[in-house]
């Protein structure tokens, strides 16, 4: 469901200070540095970061066919993801694959490699989340997977 666009902000939530320290915004980005870096402490041992599997899962489920897809998908410049993919061909689990129609596009495939490594890292991504939401009951990670969709929702572009 888009919003509107006579939704109204809510006072209280829009209107707290940046630098409070339990504004809503540095909340959501304290928990996102807690996560990744959690994740990449998880990773260590596989020889990955937290954003190297992002790539990995993204190639893996077809949610990114190429670099530009994946700059759109994870927000990343050019340069960075291009330095990314060269650190995962020479870990051997992506490769580059160049379009047989169209040489100016060139394809991401995981390797065999990084195929049989997915399941360990998802369970290893899968820990990490266990970690951060533990002591939460089933229906309050419901809330906080609703109250963030409605968030990623409501900063969509509105729908003239």
Known sequence: MRRSAAMKPVHGAATQAPDDEMSVGLLIGRARTALLTSLDLE???????????????????????TAADLCRTMHYDTGSMTRMLDRLEEKAVLRRERCTEDRRVVFLRVTVTGSALLPRLRAAAARVLSRHLAGFSAGEVDNLKHYLGRMIENGLPVNP
Not at 44 to 65: C, D, R, W
Request: net charge negative.
């Open 43 to 65: 990773l260590e041992p596989f020889g990955l970061t937290g954003a190297q599997f992002s790539v990995l899962k993204n190639v893996a489920e077809g949610t990114a066919e």
